[in-house]
């Protein structure tokens, strides 16, 4: 029932090209974690990175230079 809806249906590559999109993304970041990620200081760097200290926009950086010690508070 469903292969003859299916055989006379135009539509049917949109569904296609979305897995093969899908399938082909999630390969993808497979690979870039399992191949990408090998080198342990390069996954410490990633991993540290939400702990840097940056100045956010809420704070002047006038106020964080006092605050490192990077200017001398007079």
């Known amino acids: 029932m469903f292969q003859e809806f299916f055989s006379r249906s135009t539509l049917l590559a949109w569904p296609l090209a979305g897995l093969l ?3 082909t993304f ?3 970041v ?4 399992y ?3 090998r080198d342990r200081r ?3 760097e990633l991993a540290s990175l ?3 200290a940056e100045e956010t926009a809420a704070e002047p950086a006038a ?3 006092v605050r490192t010690g990077r200017i001398n508070q007079s």
């Not at 497979?30 to 974690?33: D, H, I, M, S, T």
Request: negative net charge.
């Open 42 to 44: 390069h996954v410490h």
């Open 50 to 52: 939400p702990f840097a």
């Open 30 to 33: 497979l690979a870039f974690v």
């Open 21 to 23: 999109l899908s399938v």
């Open 63 to 65: 106020d964080a230079a």
């Open 26 to 28: 999630f390969v993808g």
């Open 35 to 37: 191949l990408g990620l």
